[in-house]
């Protein structure tokens, strides 16, 4: 038994080194005015930032007003006693997480237990010993420091989620981006009815070298960003960027009865915003435009670096309407032009040959009237 003891007693003895606590803003409810004076001096002793209310009212404006990391709160008090105080303190979200001390003579110590059970960190018995008022208060202050420090690291953590999730937005569409997080292992669909629609600037090599580089890369993100917002607008999923080309499609992820007219759309926005971004510039861009209905494959390519895309028939059949398209124009293949309602006046270009496709009747989009498809 003596052993024990002697153990016991080296093993409470105070460590050489005190452990360093950041300093804290804490705020003193307590009603007898030297009780509260008395705890507002030992407390800016320890290295602390005080303040100190009279009473459970002016206890509750002060937090509303200022941050605190630890509340001292008298259990006895007029008007708004300490059980009341602490249950208003535990109900406010935003306070919720300050670590409460109560306050009591040994006499109160039932109403002690039920304020631990209410949510107090701890509790003081009165008269107050210094000693133990240094031990609570940096326990508590410990725990509220750690909580905070958590709470950021959360924060943090969801910032980069939102971030990751943002850069796959715009990596891949929205649809699909629920099947990566659910990590499945192949995303590969058949689509049995979309409109591909491809761009092309005209002769862009002799643009470029004849148009100073801030300049030209300027113009080409306004010119993408509209194409972007454009697509956007009208429910037609861009696929991506290639140089000078621009590739999208309406009708996937998401099925939809009017690809083709979403795409026509689409394609004389495109147009508009050409012009606009043409006004008072000494080398114009120059676009060409293809469009092609029919079926595809699409999924989600690569491990690290995803990317969305599509293939089949229909997608080099769209890349051949580009082609043999000329500057301002949009040239359809006979599949998207028979798709596309009577406000798409179609103008015949006759019977071509269509490198890899032969013969082939294909027609220009008349009009460039918007047309009243509903924005997505």
Partial sequence: MAAMAAHLARSIQPTTTTREHEPGHILVADDNDSNRELLVRWIGRLGHHVMAAKDGHEALAMLQEQDFDVVLLDLIMPGLNG???????????????????????????????????AGAEDYLPKPINMTLLRARLGSSLQRKQLRDRERLHLRELEREKRRSEDLLLNILPTAIVPRVHANEELIADYYDAVTVLFTD??????????TEVNELVERLNRLYSDFDALAQRYGVEKIKTNGDSYMAAAGLPEPRSDHAEAA??????????????NEGVKHPFRVRIGLHSGPVMAGVIGSHKFAYDIWGDTVNTASRMESYSEPGRIHLSPATAHLLPS?????????????????????????????????H
Avoid: N, W
């Fill in 264 to 277: 026509a759309t689409l394609a004389l926005e495109m147009l508009r915003s050409v012009e606009r971004i």
């Fill in 83 to 117: 059980i009341e105080t602490l249950g208003i303190i535990k109900q406010d979200q935003r306070l919720s997480g300050i670590p409460v001390i109560m306050i009591s003579g040994l006499r109160e110590m039932d109403g002690i237990v039920h304020c631990i059970e």
């Fill in 343 to 375: 406000r798409f006046p179609c103008v015949s270009r006759g019977v071509r040959q269509i490198r890899g496709k032969g013969e082939m009747e294909t027609f220009y989009l008349a009009s460039p009237a918007i047309s009243r498809i509903a924005a």
């Fill in 201 to 210: 600037l005209v002769r862009f090599t002799d643009l470029a070298a004849r």
